[in-house]
C-alpha cells in the first residue's frame, strides 16, 4: 500500500463534495445549476485522465433513465411541464457525474480508508466492507462454478431459479465465516488501534473548498434560483 | 518465551454432541519441532483451532479445562496481542484472505500487529523474498493457482513472527521441491529463531530429520499422546510409475494450447487420453495443471482441438459436454450441491451415467470403504477436510463420466485415507472403462497405482519413462 501519486482531491473532500451538493440538488429546482455541476465533474473527471471512451459509455447507459424521466414530465407533469422535465432529466446526470467525480477517479480501498482516517468511520466496518468487495469478485466466478458443477451432477441450474442464489448465499455465508476466523488469527482486533502504511495527505485547503461548493451551491439555489 | 499448556480440556461442538477431546492434557514444548499426525477427521484442525484461541469464540463449547499462554487463557487475548504469540495457517489458502493483493494481505497483517509503519514494507520485502516469492508482490490473489496461495499464506504467517507457528496441512497443494524448501526454511526458523513450529501433516516425507516431538491423535481416547518418532522411519518410500500407456482411446486433443492471464500455460500439444487408465499428471506450482482441466471441460477458451469419439467438442454444448467430461475441484466445497453428505451421494446416485453398476450394495460399500458411514447425516461444510474429500470423489465416481479429472483428490487424507480412495478410484475407472487424470503432490502410495505419467513443464505436456 504505498502512497499513491493520484491527481486530484482526496477521497474523503470528493464524499463530502458528493454528499453536501447531491443533497441539496434534490430540494433546489434549476437547470443552470444542474448545468454547471455535470461540467464542472465533467471538466474534473477529463482532469483526472479519466478515460473519455468509459465517460461516454457510462453517459450513454443513462441515456434511457435521463429521458424516461424527461418524457414522463412532459406527458403527465403538471405545472410548468418543460422546467420540471428539463430538471429532471438533468438531475439524472448530474447525480451520476458527481457519483463519478469519487467512483472513477479513486480505488473503493482508497476510499473506505480515506473515510476512516478523515471521519472517523469505524475500522471494523472499513476492513469488513473491502474484504467483502473482494470476495465480490469470487462470488462472481462461483457463480459459473455452481452451474457448472451441478450440470456435472445432471442438475441444471437457470440464472432465474432461486435455488442457484440460495447455494450462493449458503457459499458466501461460510466464506464470510472462515474470513471472520482468519482475521481474527491474523491479529485483526475490533477497536484497538492499527498501524498504516497507507498516506492519505488531506492539506487544509481542501476543506475550505469542500466547504465553499457546498456553501456556494446553497447560495446560489435557494438565494438566487436560476431557470 | 511462551508456554502455551492445555490441561484437563473437553471440547465438544455442541452441548448434545459427543466430545472432541476428553480431559485433555497438552504441552507444547518452547522451540521445538513438533508434527501431528491422525486419521481425517480426528480433530487436528480442531486442535489448532482452540490453541490458537479462535474457539470457543468462532463454535464449540469447552465444558472443563483450560487452554493458557503464559498463564493466560488464549482465547480472552485481544487477538493482534494473541496474534504475536500464536498464529495459524488454516488448512484452505483460498479463504484466508481478506485483501486483493499478495503486498496488500501480508501489509493488512503486519498493521494489525501494529509494526511501525517504515518497517512492514521492509518486512514484506524479506518475507517474500524469503520465500522466492517476489515476482508475486503485486499479482492478485485471486489469479493464483492452489498452490501458490498456499505458499503466500504461508509466507503472512511466518511474517507476523509469531513465537508459536501452528500450520494445519501446509503443504497440501505444494510440489515436492516447494515442500522441500518450505520445511528448511522451518526448520531454520526453529533453530536460528527460536521459533516453536506445530506442523499438522498427512504426507511424513521428509520430516524424518527435522521432527523432535510427533503426536497422534487417539480418536478412541480422545487424546493427543505422544508417540515415538520411530513412525517416521517407517514412510512409505515412492515407487516408481509403471508406463502402461494404452493406445485405445475415445478422447484426444490436438493442438492444444492455452494462457492464463497473457502468460502461456500450455504450447500446442497433442495426446490421446487412454481408456480404463488412470494418468499421473505431475507439474510445479503454477504450471497450468488446473488449467489444462479447466480448457478440457471448456470452462477455459483454448486454442485446437478436443475430440470425443472423433466429434470435435467445440460443438458440443456446455450442459451435454459436462455429461462427458466431469472434474473433481481442487476445492472440495465448490462441488457440492446439497447441504448433506446423504443427500449429496443421492443427487448422484439418481443421475449416474451407470446406474446398473452403482447399485445400493456398491454404493454402501463405497461409503463404509471411504468411513463415511457415520457422518451422512451432517453438513457438508462441518465436514473435516479429508472427509470432504472423500465425499466429493465418492459423488463423482458416482456419476462416472467417461472422462474424469480428478484435481488433488488425495490433498489432505491421511494414509489408510488415501488407499482407500486411489483403489477406488482405480477399480471405478478400470470396471467401467473411464478415461481419466489425476493432479497430486503428493506421490507416496499414488505413483505405484498409476499407469503412466504426463508432466506439465516448460510449456509442454512429456510422458515421463519409467526410470
Not at chain 1, 474523503?12 to 448545468?35: D, E, K, P, Y
Not at chain 1, 441450474?157 to 448465499?169: C, E, K, S
Amino acid at each position: 500500500m504505498r502512497k499513491t501519486a493520484r491527481k486530484g482531491l482526496n477521497a474523503t473532500i470528493l464524499t463530502v463534495i458528493m454528499l453536501g451538493v447531491g443533497l441539496q440538488i434534490a430540494f433546489s429546482r434549476s437547470v443552470t445549476l444542474n448545468i454547471i455541476v455535470m461540467l464542472i465533474c465533467l471538466a474534473y473527471l477529463l482532469y483526472c485522465r479519466v478515460a473519455p471512451q468509459k465517460l461516454i459509455i457510462m453517459l450513454l447507459i443513462a441515456l434511457p433513465l435521463a429521458v424516461g424521466s424527461w418524457w414522463s414530465f412532459i406527458m403527465f407533469g403538471v405545472g410548468d411541464r418543460w422546467h420540471s422535465a428539463w430538471i429532471y432529466g438533468s438531475r439524472v446526470y448530474a447525480y451520476l457525474l458527481l457519483g463519478a467525480i469519487l467512483t472513477l477517479t479513486v480505488q473503493v480501498k482508497e476510499i473506505l480508508i480515506s473515510l476512516s482516517l478523515h471521519a472517523k468511520l469505524s475500522e471494523t466496518f472499513v476492513y469488513g466492507l473491502l474484504a467483502s468487495f473482494n470476495l465480490l469478485q469470487r462470488i462472481r466466478q462461483q457463480f459459473k462454478l455452481i452451474q457448472y458443477s451441478a450440470q456435472m451432477r445432471g442438475k441444471n441450474y437457470r440464472p432465474w431459479q432461486p435455488a442457484l442464489y440460495l447455494r450462493i448465499i449458503i457459499v458466501a455465508l461460510h466464506w464470510s465465516e472462515d474470513l471472520a476466523e482468519a482475521m481474527s488469527s491474523q491479529g485483526f482486533s475490533e477497536g484497538y488501534p492499527r498501524t498504516r502504511t497507507f498516506e492519505d495527505p488531506l492539506p487544509h485547503w481542501q476543506w475550505g473548498l469542500a466547504l465553499g461548493i457546498i456553501i456556494l451551491y446553497f447560495w446560489a439555489a435557494f438565494f438566487i434560483h436560476p431557470w | 518465551m511462551v508456554r502455551l499448556a492445555v490441561s484437563n480440556l473437553t471440547f465438544s461442538y455442541g452441548a448434545s454432541r459427543s466430545p472432541i477431546f476428553d480431559r485433555l492434557n497438552f504441552d507444547l514444548v518452547q522451540g521445538s519441532f513438533n508434527l501431528l499426525i491422525g486419521p481425517s477427521g480426528s480433530g487436528k484442525s480442531t486442535l489448532f483451532k482452540l490453541l490458537a484461541g479462535l474457539y470457543p469464540e468462532y463454535g464449540g463449547i469447552i465444558t472443563t479445562g483450560t487452554i493458557q499462554l503464559n498463564n493466560q487463557e488464549v482465547s480472552t487475548l485481544v487477538p493482534y496481542e494473541r496474534a504475536r504469540h500464536i498464529a495459524l495457517l488454516f488448512q484452505n489458502p483460498s479463504r484466508q484472505f481478506a485483501m486483493r493483493t499478495v503486498e496488500e494481505q501480508l501489509t493488512f497483517a503486519l498493521e494489525n500487529l501494529q509494526l511501525a509503519p517504515q518497517s512492514i514494507p521492509e518486512v514484506v520485502t524479506a518475507t517474500l523474498r524469503r520465500f522466492n516469492l517476489e515476482s508475486f508482490r503485486q499479482q492478485q490473489l485471486l489469479a493464483l493457482s492452489g498452490g501458490e496461495q498456499q505458499r503466500i499464506a504461508l509466507a503472512t504467517t511466518i511474517a507476523m513472527g509469531s513465537d508459536i507457528i501452528l500450520l494445519d496441512e501446509p503443504f497440501a497443494n505444494v510440489d515436492q521441491a516447494g515442500r522441500q524448501k518450505l520445511l528448511t526454511i522451518l526448520k531454520e526458523l526453529q533453530v536460528k529463531y527460536g521459533k516453536t513450529i506445530f506442523i499438522c501433516d498427512h504426507d511424513l516425507t521428509g520430516y524424518q530429520q527435522l521432527v523432535d516431538h510427533l503426536y497422534e491423535v487417539d480418536a478412541a481416547h480422545k487424546k493427543v499422546p505422544e508417540i515415538s518418532l520411530q513412525r517416521l522411519t517407517t514412510v512409505k518410500k515412492e515407487l516408481p510409475v509403471q508406463n502402461r500407456l494404452d493406445k485405445i482411446s475415445i478422447f484426444n486433443w490436438q493442438k492444444l494450447s492455452f494462457k492464463s492471464s497473457s502468460r502461456v500455460l500450455l504450447k500446442p500439444h497433442s495426446f490421446q487420453l487412454p481408456k480404463s487408465q488412470v494418468g499421473l499428471l505431475s507439474g510445479a506450482n503454477g504450471s497450468g495443471k488446473s488449467t489444462l482441466f479447466a480448457a478440457l471441460s471448456h470452462q477455459l477458451k483454448y486454442q485446437g482441438a478436443v475430440y470425443y469419439k472423433s466429434k470435435a467438442s467445440e460443438r458440443i454444448r456446455l450442459k451435454r459436454w459436462a455429461q462427458i467430461v466431469g472434474v473433481v475441484f481442487q476445492n472440495s466445497t465448490d462441488q457440492f450441491i446439497k447441504l448433506e453428505a446423504r443427500a449429496e451421494i443421492n443427487l448422484s446416485r439418481q443421475n449416474s451415467l451407470h446406474p446398473l453398476y452403482w447399485t445400493d450394495a456398491r454404493i454402501t460399500a463405497a461409503i463404509k470403504q471411504l468411513q463415511l458411514t457415520n457422518i451422512l447425516d451432517h453438513v457438508n461444510y462441518q465436514l473435516s477436510g479429508g472427509q470432504q474429500k472423500k465425499l466429493q470423489v465418492l459423488s463423482m465416481l458416482i456419476m462416472a463420466q467417461p472422462i474424469l479429472l480428478f484435481d488433488e483428490p488425495l490433498a489432505g487424507l491421511d494414509a489408510i485415507s488415501l488407499k482407500n480412495v486411489m483403489q477406488l478410484i482405480k477399480k471405478t475407472v478400470t470396471d467401467l472403462e473411464i478415461s481419466s487424470l489425476l493432479i497430486s503432490h503428493q506421490r507416496a502410495g499414488v505413483t505405484e497405482l498409476v499407469d503412466y505419467e504426463l508432466l506439465l513443464a516448460n510449456q509442454t505436456l512429456t510422458l515421463e519413462e519409467a526410470k
